[in-house]
């Protein structure tokens, strides 16, 4: 069929790809003594393959309202927390895939990160993350600011509160309040915040040594290094619901940061703690919620073992969460620090 395509007048590399091949191939084949197909795909369906019906299934959660605006990392959680299994997310991810319903539809990219030092969270309020993120106001080059303290390991976010200003003063009053209201044992708290001067302010570092927390710093002009904070506003901002408009007043700022508060600790199912929400996680709620999901999983696996070659999906509690996790060194790295 190429050949006769190629006579005809057609170009070669066109015609492959109208039967799924490259160019490079077929002249490959045609240096062969025979020149035939030499594709060796299966010739039948997995065994364990979705039925129509079940492909069906899949597609029909993921479009019904309840779930239609969550990603299948998101879908599928929810679904076990209902006692459901349906399909893994990499069959959800690839069946959407295939009706071409599979898109990016955030206003926001990837984002990267660099972690130059380390810190070790094992248990709720050990190491918490601060920084603060201008909000717009309806006068052009004056804005509100949301200082927004969050718990490392839980991601629960501690305090949140918007000021007219930036200053140090702020800062203090903030962290005092948090402090105390979740009582908090200082010799176990670390604090990380980027070089801003209301981080670095003298009033701010004199409360933190009144109260015996200790302070911890990004390198200057390095964002990444304090990336949870850098990713709790980045999520804040782009919500659906955050307003397109600025906001016309303090109160009206502080009283949607108190709404954004509420559903991210609550509500929100964060990923990056096994899509449990920040305050199951903080309050030691989150193992009887895991547990239950390795129960439907295994469930599950025994209704149909073709489906599983591994183990079940992991949904063991994390134990350990760190900010900026130094490199690993290798054993020949070592060597030479003791030679030297």
Known sequence: ??????????????????????????????????????????????????????????????????????????????????????????????????????????????????????????????????????????????????????DVLSRKIMAATVFSKECGQNSALLFVEAFHRHGVDPKGLVLHSDNGGPMKGSTMLATLQRLGVVPSFSRPGVSNDNPFSESLFRTLKYRPEYPTRPFASEFDAQRWVGAFVHWYNTVHQHSEIRFVTPDDRHYGREAAKLNKRKEVYEQARQKNPGRWTRQTRNWAPIETVRLNPEKKRSPEEDLCDEAA
């Not at 170009?11 to 045609?30: F, V």
């Not at 955030?106 to 380390?118: D, S």
């Open 1 to 150: 069929m190429i050949d006769e395509a190629v006579l005809q007048g057609a170009r070669l590399k066109p015609a492959a790809q109208m039967l799924g091949l490259t160019a490079r191939t077929i002249q490959r084949w045609s240096q062969q003594k025979d020149g035939d197909d030499g594709r060796h795909g299966p010739l039948s369906a997995p065994a364990n393959k979705l039925t129509p019906a079940e492909r069906q299934e899949v597609l029909s959660v993921a479009n019904s309202p309840k779930y239609r605006e969550l990603s299948p990392k998101q879908i599928v959680p929810r679904l076990a927390d209902e006692g459901r299994y349906v399909a893994s997310e990499s069959t959800f991810y690839r069946t959407l895939r295939q009706e071409n319903q599979l898109a990016h539809r955030e206003r926001c990219r990837p984002a990267t990160h660099r972690r130059p030092r380390e810190k070790v969270a094992t248990g709720p309020c050990q190491v918490w993350s601060w920084d603060i993120t201008y909000l717009r106001s309806t006068v052009t080059g004056q804005f509100f600011y949301l200082y927004m303290i969050l």
